[in-house]
């Protein structure tokens, strides 16, 4: 078979197609697999109990079960399930929204696959703009989306260095350079994967250099506020008519349902809308319907605060604690952990590279997510993008501790310690 450019380039191996692989061999055919690699959320019973009882009720209403099953809905999402998500966003924060600035996407990533290659790539006069990431790494997801070569920039972090085997990633904003060959400027908060969380001040500097360039910000808060709110720190939610803010259900317990959410411009959302026709034909029913009723009563605030985020908050302390005891005293470093859902592990002057780290804990039973994918748009030799590992804590305790200490035992091997 002969394939188009695209053909090549979208069916060809990515860090993104390795991640899925991995994720659905682990969970279809080897079920006895440590997964500490993908992002699906963790279990929490009180959540799944108000998904079940959401989907009971849409089901014993034949016209809620008709609108589930038997009616396309518009590329731009259920009217009435964006006129509550506006009134939600409007109530919570003060923004002044409408369902005119909402669109619904079939997950964030193919939000993302729209968003991008609307802003970036070839332009009509013949020439390119890039997507530049103020902080990489950043997620795997965004490498492979764009249809042009060159298609991200990126602006390599300061490292600051903390007590006990912790570190930090910061915009390095002295080097941040955006010019007319930039698109548009995107960060995801918290970061994925590092769990980094760009500080109020952070953002508002970046939204200050989006518009002083005529240039979006768009920021990706999958992990983030106002929901699924894996945030382990004091900060605001943001947007205003030049942000580009993407929401996702997945991390909320939703990722099945395939629902992503632009809060946008009424120009940006028109044009997405416009595409996701093309793409998507319609969006998919069952995320906004499940979620349609928590929106209306707040519940999907009360869900995050009193569920997800101390689930989280709780269980990154503990793996922390675990590294600590397993690793003593090799070479290690951990993201400071202040959201998200993984640990982001700096094995500084590695012998081996993430890639081999990577297929050796696969070896063991473990899958984790080697580091060198998510330096999107740095292209420069440097040797930390091959020291680190994205690590996963979403699954039961138990598991999760064994899978520490296997990654401890490998660790050891690598650096000829045992």
Same mark, same amino acid.
């Given at each position: 078979?002969?394939?188009?450019?695209?053909?090549?380039?979208?069916?060809?191996?990515?860090?993104?197609?390795?991640?899925?692989?991995?994720?659905?061999?682990?969970?279809?055919?080897?079920?006895?697999?440590?997964?500490?690699?993908?992002?699906?959320?963790?279990?929490?019973?009180?959540?799944?109990?108000?998904?079940?009882?959401?989907?009971?009720?849409?089901?014993?209403?034949?016209?809620?079960?008709?609108?589930?099953?038997?009616?396309?809905?518009?590329?731009?999402?259920?009217?009435?399930?964006?006129?509550?998500?506006?009134?939600?966003?409007?109530?919570?924060?003060?923004?002044?929204?409408?369902?005119?600035?909402?669109?619904?996407?079939?997950?964030?990533?193919?939000?993302?696959?729209?968003?991008?290659?609307?802003?970036?790539?070839?332009?009509?006069?013949?020439?390119?703009?890039?997507?530049?990431?103020?902080?990489?790494?950043?997620?795997?997801?965004?490498?492979?989306?764009?249809?042009?070569?060159?298609?991200?920039?990126?602006?390599?972090?300061?490292?600051?260095?903390?007590?006990?085997?912790?570190?930090?990633?910061?915009?390095?904003?002295?080097?941040?350079?955006?010019?007319?060959?930039?698109?548009?400027?995107?960060?995801?908060?918290?970061?994925?994967?590092?769990?980094?969380?760009?500080?109020?001040?952070?953002?508002?500097?970046?939204?200050?250099?989006?518009?002083?360039?005529?240039?979006?910000?768009? *920021?990706?808060?999958?992990?983030?506020?106002?929901?699924?709110?894996?945030?382990?720190?004091?900060?605001?939610?943001?947007?205003?008519?030049?942000?580009?803010?993407?929401?996702?259900?997945?991390?909320?317990?939703?990722?099945?349902?395939?629902?992503? *959410?632009?809060?946008?411009?009424?120009?940006?959302?028109?044009?997405?809308?416009?595409?996701?026709?093309?793409?998507?034909?319609?969006?998919?029913?069952?995320?906004?319907?499940?979620?349609?009723?928590?929106?209306?009563?707040?519940?999907?605030?009360?869900?995050?605060?009193?569920?997800?985020?101390?689930?989280?908050?709780?269980?990154?302390?503990?793996?922390?604690?675990?590294?600590?005891?397993?690793?003593?005293?090799?070479?290690?470093?951990?993201?400071?952990?202040?959201?998200?859902?993984?640990?982001?592990?700096?094995?500084?002057?590695?012998?081996?590279?993430?890639?081999?780290?990577?297929?050796?804990?696969?070896?063991?039973?473990?899958?984790?997510?080697?580091?060198?994918?998510?330096?999107?748009? *740095?292209?420069?030799?440097?040797?930390?993008?091959?020291?680190?590992?994205?690590?996963?804590?979403?699954?039961?305790?138990?598991?999760?501790?064994?899978?520490?200490?296997?990654?401890?035992?490998?660790?050891?091997?690598?650096?000829?310690?045992?």
């Amino acid at each position: 078979m002969k394939l188009s450019a695209f053909g090549e380039k979208f069916a060809g191996d990515s860090g993104i197609v390795e991640l899925m692989d991995d994720l659905g061999n682990a969970l279809s055919e080897n079920p006895d697999m440590i997964f500490m690699g993908g992002g699906n959320p963790g279990r929490l019973p009180a959540v799944e109990q108000v998904f079940r009882e959401n989907m009971e009720s849409i089901l014993e209403d034949p016209q809620q079960r008709h609108s589930l099953f038997g009616i396309y809905q518009s590329p731009q999402g259920e009217k009435e399930f964006r006129k509550e998500v506006a009134a939600f966003l409007n109530k919570q924060f003060g923004w002044s929204l409408s369902c005119q600035n909402i669109a619904v996407s079939n997950g964030s990533q193919s939000a993302f696959f729209m968003l991008y290659n609307m802003l970036a790539g070839e332009m009509s006069d013949d020439t390119r703009r890039a997507i530049h990431l103020p902080l990489s790494p950043e997620y795997l997801g965004y490498r492979d989306v764009g249809l042009t070569s060159s298609f991200f920039t990126a602006t390599r972090p300061k490292i600051e260095r903390l007590e006990d085997h912790l570190f930090k990633y910061h915009i390095d904003f002295s080097n941040l350079n955006v010019d007319h060959n930039t698109a548009a400027m995107c960060v995801s908060r918290p970061t994925n994967p590092t769990g980094n969380v760009l500080t109020d001040n952070e953002i508002s500097m970046l939204d200050e250099l989006a518009r002083a360039n005529d240039i979006p910000l768009i *920021i990706d808060g999958a992990y983030g506020l106002p929901f699924p709110n894996i945030i382990f720190t004091e900060v605001t939610p943001f947007w205003n008519d030049n942000t580009i803010l993407v929401l996702s259900l997945s991390k909320l317990g939703l990722p099945g349902a395939r629902t992503g *959410i632009v809060v946008a411009s009424e120009e940006v959302i028109q044009a997405f809308t416009r595409a996701n026709a093309v793409i998507s034909l319609s969006c998919g029913t069952m995320g906004p319907a499940l979620a349609h009723q928590m929106f209306r009563n707040d519940q999907i605030l009360s869900l995050s605060r009193d569920h997800i985020l101390p689930f989280y908050r709780e269980r990154s302390t503990q793996v922390v604690d675990w590294f600590r005891q397993e690793m003593g005293d090799l070479p290690y470093q951990i993201h400071k952990p202040e959201g998200a859902i993984f640990l982001w592990v700096w094995f500084e002057g590695l012998p081996i590279g993430s890639q081999e780290m990577y297929q050796r804990l696969k070896q063991r039973g473990v899958l984790v997510v080697p580091g060198h994918n998510f330096f999107v748009g *740095i292209e420069d030799e440097w040797a930390h993008k091959n020291q680190c590992l994205r690590v996963s804590y979403a699954q039961d305790a138990d598991t999760v501790r064994q899978g520490v200490r296997i990654i401890a035992e490998e660790a050891r091997k690598a650096y000829d310690l045992e």
